[in-house]
Nanobody, 127 residues
Framework: QVQLVESGGGLVQAGGSLRLSCAAS????????MGWFRQAPGKEREFVAV????????YYADSVKGRFTISRVNAKNTVHLQMASLKPEDTAVYYC????????????????????WGQGTQVTVSS
């Protein structure tokens, strides 16, 4: 079992920045690829970013590429999502998730591949 707890959400004006964090406990953190997903009201959960076990590989959704940066510190069992140039359409509940197994774009961008999820943190971007 892996327990995930997100933090760092809040209200920010368009153009601003936020840094989300996800703290993991339980199994060996470095065994898991870590992803961020988000879900806006009335919409399906969507992929945002993912980072491999050692941090050498990352993928981003086109909508956040160049604005968001995912990183991890295995020694501290944490993963971060640095968000910059925020837009109102970034408003959503953001979830971190953990998975083992294959690390290919098709696999890691699918929420069904993740076995562990946090409770989510709200990000609201005002215009």
């Amino acid at each position: 079992q892996v327990q995930l707890v997100e933090s760092g959400g809040g209200l920010v004006q368009a153009g601003g920045s936020l840094r989300l964090s996800c703290a993991a406990s339980g199994r060996t953190f470095s065994n898991y690829a870590m992803g961020w997903f988000r879900q806006a009201p009335g919409k399906e959960r969507e992929f945002v970013a993912v980072i491999s076990w050692g941090g050498s590989s990352t993928y981003y959704a086109d909508s956040v590429k160049g604005r968001f940066t995912i990183s991890r510190v295995n020694a501290k069992n944490t993963v971060h999502l640095q968000m910059a140039s925020l837009k109102p359409e970034d408003t959503a509940v953001y979830y971190c998730a953990a998975k083992t197994g294959m690390f290919t774009y098709t696999v890691v961008t699918s929420s069904r591949e993740y076995g562990y999820w946090g409770q989510g943190t709200q990000v609201t971007v005002s215009s």
